[in-house]
Every structure is written in structure tokens, then in C-alpha cells.
């Protein structure tokens, strides 16, 4: 059984950082796509960012409202997956999720929610002062 879990969420003020962590234990994954979501309260739930593997190629995309200030990258021993955010804007907060696929996602579907198989149960980020 695939678990996937986040952590590090929390309290920042505006101008800070956080990292995320996303875990996935039950399988490793030698093809796959992890993806952050975020769902801010009561709005719809929005991609964030992504990362996608297949062999030795690997990629990773963010929405243009965080590019630069955020990036996801793979700790392959760790099976574990991290959103780093930086210049963290109050407009950030909200309910962080990790997402993940088995097999590399093509490029029109990586930012898709109903892509991915398997959903932690989100951390909350709050960018306030």
C-alpha cells in the first residue's frame, strides 16, 4: 500500500522560508510524477509545482505565481520529494498536498489533480505577521 505523508508546514512571516517534505513508502517508484497542490480557504485547489522522472531524466515545473520564488526537487534514497519556498507571500498560505503517479506523467496532464493516484493529507502553511 502506497502512503504518501508531508510535512514542515507552519507559521512564517512574509519574506520567510519553509521546506516541504513529501515521503512515499509501500513502493519506489523507478518512473513517476510528484506534484504539490495547495487549496487556500475557500478557493479551489491549484497546482503548484512538480517533478517528474523516468530513467535518468528528470524535470520539474512550478505556476508562473510562484516561479523563482519556489522550486521541488527529489531526494532519490530518501524516496522523498521537497517544495522549498522562498519569499514566502501571505497570498502562499493555505493547505499544502503531495501528490504522486506511478510512470512519468506527459507534459499536458502534470499540472492535473485527477493525474495523480496517491494524496497525503496536506500541511498547513500560514504566511502571516
Known amino acids: 500500500q502506497v502512503e504518501v505523508a508531508e510535512s514542515g508546514g507552519g507559521l512564517v512571516q512574509p519574506g520567510g522560508s519553509l521546506r516541504l517534505s513529501c515521503v512515499v513508502s509501500?513502493?519506489?517508484?523507478?518512473?513517476?510524477?510528484m506534484a504539490w497542490f495547495r487549496q487556500a480557504l475557500g478557493k479551489e485547489r491549484e497546482f503548484v509545482g512538480a517533478?517528474?522522472?523516468?530513467?535518468?531524466?528528470?524535470?520539474?515545473a512550478t505556476t508562473d505565481t510562484v516561479k523563482g520564488r519556489f522550486s521541488v526537487s527529489r531526494d532519490k534514497g530518501k524516496n522523498t520529494v521537497y517544495l522549498q519556498m522562498n519569499s514566502l507571500k501571505p497570498e502562499d498560505t493555505g493547505v499544502y498536498y503531495c501528490?504522486?503517479?506511478?510512470?512519468?506523467?506527459?507534459?499536458?496532464?502534470?499540472?492535473?489533480?485527477?493525474?495523480?493516484?496517491?494524496w497525503g493529507q496536506g500541511t498547513q502553511v500560514t504566511v502571516s505577521s
Open positions: 509501500g513502493r519506489t517508484f523507478s518512473s513517476a510524477g
Open positions: 501528490a504522486a503517479r506511478a510512470g512519468r506523467p506527459i507534459t499536458s496532464a502534470l499540472r492535473t489533480a485527477s493525474t495523480y493516484d496517491y
Open positions: 517533478i517528474r522522472w523516468s530513467g535518468g531524466n528528470t524535470d520539474t
